[in-house]
């Protein structure tokens, strides 16, 4: 699981995001959640791979974007 944090107090943001890329009863997966800190998450959404290569890979992509919009890992 990879978790990336978002903290602007300027504009009153306090976001998590978090990656997990992993097996499910049908194949392979990258689940991802996100939310403001300290609070419950607020989203989830699963991305379906045909490979455990291919989710680490659909993972890595997602990690990259969210770091290019200003999130860092924790």
Known sequence: MIRMERIEPAHNRRRFYTV????TLWGWAVLCEWGRLGEQSRGRR??????????????AEVVAGKLGRGYRVR
């Open 20 to 23: 997990t890329p992993g097996q």
């Open 46 to 59: 699963v991305f379906g791979a045909t490979t455990e290569t291919a989710a680490e890979v659909m993972a």
